[in-house]
Structure formats: C-alpha cells, structure tokens
T-cell receptor, first 114, second 112 residues
Framework: NAGVTQTPKFQVLKTGQSMTLQCAQD?????MSWYRQDPGMGLRLIHY???????DQGEVPNGYNVSRSTTEDFPLRLLSAAPSQTSVYFC?????????????FGDGTRLSIL | GEDVEQSLFLSVREGDSSVINCTYT??????LYWYKQEPGAGLQLLTY?????DMKQDQRLTVLLNKKDKHLSLRIADTQTGDSAIYFC????????????FGTGTRLQVTL
C-alpha cells in the first residue's frame, strides 16, 4: 500500500547543478502537485497537474519544470539549482477535483543547495 | 491572492484541550481543511469542513467555522503527547479545486 512515493529523501547539491525529484503514486489519481515547505511560510504550490499531459504553474514556479507523461509519475526538475531552493519538497495527489477529496502526501525530499 | 494565517506555536498540558486558530481572506472558500504533520513526515488530513457548516465533530476533534469573520478553529479534546505535531489550516474554492492554500502551520507542544 505505497500511496505517494518520493525519491530521494535527502539530497545535497552545489549551486548550478541540475536534478530531478521523483514522485510516483499508485492510486490512479488524476491530480498531482508539488509544494515546497519553508520555515514560517507553510506550504507553497510550485506546479500542479490535472491529468497526464496537462500541467500548470502554482504560486512559486520559477526555477522549476515539470512534466506528466503518465498518470503515475510527476517529476520535478531543477535545471540550475540556487541556494534559495533549499527547502523540503512535498508531492501530493488526489483522486478528483471535488474539494472534499483529500490530498495524499509523500514523506518529502529534503534538499540543500550549497 | 488568498492568504491563510495561523499562530506559530501553542503549548498545552496533557489532558487539557487545545485550540488552534486560523484566519483566511478568500470569501469564496468552499472547503477548509486541517492537516497534521509529524516530524519527518508528510501531511496527513485530519478533517475538513464545508463552508455552509458551522461545526463538525469527529471523535476528539471539533472544527468551528465563523464564515462572517473568516475564522476557523480546531479543538482537540484530552490532548495527548501523540498530538504533538505541526497543524496546518488550508482552504480551497470551487474555482481552484485542484489547488490548496496553506497557512504557516501551528506547532503544538504537549507537556506532561
């Protein structure tokens, strides 16, 4: 009963490096989202997807790219990492657009940019 | 844009009631949620309330909504040490059902 799986759990990068954070869900959910969590700022939406092939920007999209080639996977790419992207990243999925459908969260990826 | 605010910290004694408060600005909010985050983990949905309700009770949890004042609260009865966590308030509206706006989170510390 995996739910939402994020990899890696921890990562340290140097400024300018690129990396992809992986997110996979096995619940056949259409909706998937990426958030970043910073101290004192709660969770902020980076990008989201309402289905395979469809993505859109959230509140803080700059510096991040996403794609959704399958229902199961929603990777987040940092093309040129910056120290301001040091954060904890959460992927979430939900089954439908109905607001009473809860989001299921992964356990997070803790990313440090030096 | 939408804004959701919470106090950062709350300390209560085991066995007492905890009340965590949240205010929001979006008058078109339709659903409001409470999530719990334990250390090193993702967020777990605790409960939610539809905007046409004033109160919802679920075991030890009571959610109160004052739509006029845009104020939401979560009451935890008989607080236990296992309730120590960060609690997030979040809202969505019908027009942006795929997006949630989260508050900053309230860290609840339960002391013996």
């Amino acid at each position: 009963n995996a739910g939402v799986t994020q990899t890696p759990k921890f990562q340290v990068l140097k400024t300018g490096q690129s990396m992809t954070l992986q997110c996979a869900q096995d619940m056949n959910h259409e909706y998937m989202s990426w958030y970043r969590q910073d101290p004192g700022m709660g969770l902020r939406l980076i990008h989201y997807s309402v289905g395979a092939g469809i993505t859109d920007q959230g509140e803080v999209p700059n510096g991040y790219n996403v794609s959704r080639s399958t229902t199961e996977d929603f990777p987040l790419r940092l093309l040129s990492a910056a120290p301001s992207q040091t954060s904890v990243y959460f992927c979430a999925s939900r089954g439908s657009s109905r607001p009473n459908q809860p989001q299921h969260f992964g356990d997070g990826t803790r990313l440090s940019i030096l | 844009g939408e804004d959701v605010e919470q106090s950062l910290f709350l300390s209560v004694r085991e066995g007492d009631s905890s009340v965590i408060n949240c205010t929001y600005t979006d008058s078109s909010s339709t659903y409001l949620y409470w999530y719990k985050q334990e250390p090193g983990a993702g967020l777990q949905l605790l409960t939610y309330i539809f905007s046409n309700m004033d109160m919802k009770q679920d075991q030890r949890l009571t959610v109160l909504l004052n739509k006029k004042d845009k104020h939401l609260s979560l009451r935890i009865a008989d607080t236990q040490t296992g309730d120590s966590a960060i609690y997030f308030c979040a809202e969505t509206n019908t027009g942006t059902a795929s997006k949630l706006t989260f508050g900053t989170g309230t860290r609840l510390q339960v002391t013996l």
